[in-house]
Every structure is written in structure tokens, then in C-alpha cells.
T-cell receptor, first 113, second 111 residues
Framework: KAGVTQTPRYLIKTRGQQVTLSCSPI?????VSWYQQTPGQGLQFLFEYFSETQRNKGNFPGRFSGRQFSNSRSEMNVSTLELGDSALYLC????????????FGPGTRLLVL | DAKTTQPPSMDCAEGRAANLPCNHS???????VYWYRQIHSQGPQYIIH???NNETNEMASLIITEDRKSSTLILPHATLRDTAVYYC????????????FGKGTKLTVNP
């Protein structure tokens, strides 16, 4: 099976812009989680989607949002970008979202200038 | 989820076993121990998990103490490609998908 894929892999934006990142889970996986990784805060949970519904949300401002499509693919959006949003954004998938093993994609590295 | 404590860094010689410890003294009876690793700038990679019995797969072995308050991840023959940050996480299966990552252990395998 193909692994989790994320696009784009690298992205440069300027402050105030918005960005959309995409994640395709492993085939058959229905749960998709998003994480942000920065040198200062480490890996932090953003949110999780299952069957097109957000089930869990981390402690991030409303500028961070996401959605999941009927084929389980997911997108996350960050509006009004700030310099501090520069990070590696990681997506992970699992079969049923019952806290089984999660498998991570390679990440999207976002640089905000 | 319970917290875990790991040493910030460890070194290992190539070809030798790497033993990475993790303390999880407040672990609950229904919490599993998971190990992930992250090679520089890549996504975390699942290694192994266990509840109370020792586990082994093609990547590593997991030894959990009888009181479940600590565990050790063993890489039997470390290679340079095993240089990574290793994360020990405890979580309830059937609970939230949220993984709580600590700072992990930076393992450096030296030639």
C-alpha cells in the first residue's frame, strides 16, 4: 500500500496570506490527524477528522481549520498567516480512528516571510 | 494521557545494541506504550507498541517492566540510519487519536 502523501512538500508564503495543505491517507484509513512541529514547541496536535467530521481539536486559534472529504482525503487551511506559523505540518492516518497505530506522512514545510 | 520521561540524548556505536529507556510511572492499566522515531525533517515513523508483554518486530524489541512503570526500546544492531529522535508515548487504545509527543531522545549512532 502507498503511504500517507502530503502536498505540497515545501511552501513559502508571506504574512497575511492564507495557505491550504493537502493530505491523502493510506488507502482504507478513515481517520486523519494533523500536527504542527516547530523547534520551540515540538510536535503539537492540531485536529483529527473521521468520516468528514472533526472529532478532536488541539489548542490552536481559529485561523487553523480543516476538512475531510468523502474519500478520506483531508485539507487544512491557515488564514492570515503569521511568522510563527512557519513549521513542518504533518498528517497522520489510522484505520478507524480508535487510537490504533497512526502512520505519518513526510510533512509540508511552510515558511512564512 | 500519562507523561513519559526520556533522556535527552544517547550515543551508540554502529553495530551495537541501542537501549533507549522510558519512564512512565503514572501509566494506567489500559494505556499502551508506543514508540515512534523521527529522522531529521521527516515524518515520525511508527516502531512498535505494547501493553505489558515484551514485543518484537523486524525493527526493534520492546521490554516493559512487570510494574509497567518503565520500558526499554532495543535496536539490536544499530546502523547510522538509526540516528533519529525517538519518542515514547503512552495512550489508551480506543481513546482519542491525539498523540502527545514529549521531547524524545536524540540517538546518535557513531561509526
Amino acid at each position: 500500500k502507498a503511504g500517507v502523501t502530503q502536498t505540497p512538500r515545501y511552501l513559502i508564503k508571506t504574512r497575511g496570506q492564507q495557505v491550504t495543505l493537502s493530505c491523502s491517507p493510506i488507502s482504507g484509513h478513515r481517520s486523519v490527524s494533523w500536527y504542527q512541529q516547530t523547534p520551540g514547541q515540538g510536535l503539537q496536535f492540531l485536529f483529527e477528522y473521521f468520516s468528514e467530521t472533526q472529532r478532536n481539536k488541539g489548542n490552536f486559534p481559529g485561523r487553523f481549520s480543516g476538512r475531510q472529504f468523502s474519500n478520506s482525503r483531508s485539507e487544512m487551511n491557515v488564514s492570515t498567516l503569521e511568522l510563527g506559523d512557519s513549521a513542518l505540518y504533518l498528517c497522520a492516518s489510522s484505520p478507524q480512528g480508535n487510537a490504533e497505530t497512526q502512520y505519518f506522512g513526510p510533512g509540508t514545510r511552510l515558511l512564512v516571510l | 494521557d500519562a507523561k513519559t520521561t526520556q533522556p535527552p540524548s544517547m550515543d551508540c556505536a554502529e553495530g551495537r545494541a541501542a537501549n533507549l529507556p522510558c519512564n512512565h510511572s503514572t501509566i494506567s492499566g489500559n494505556e499502551y506504550v508506543y514508540w515512534y522515531r523521527q529522522i531529521h525533517s521527516q515524518g515520525p515513523q511508527y516502531i512498535i507498541h505494547g501493553l505489558k508483554n515484551n514485543e518484537t518486530n523486524e525493527m526493534a524489541s520492546l521490554i516493559i517492566t512487570e510494574d509497567r512503570k518503565s520500558s526499554t526500546l532495543i535496536l539490536p544492531h544499530a546502523t547510522l540510519r538509526d540516528t533519529a529522535v525517538y519518542y515514547c508515548i503512552v495512550r489508551v487504545r480506543g481513546g482519542s487519536e491525539k498523540l502527545v509527543f514529549g521531547k524524545g531522545t536524540k540517538l546518535t549512532v557513531n561509526p
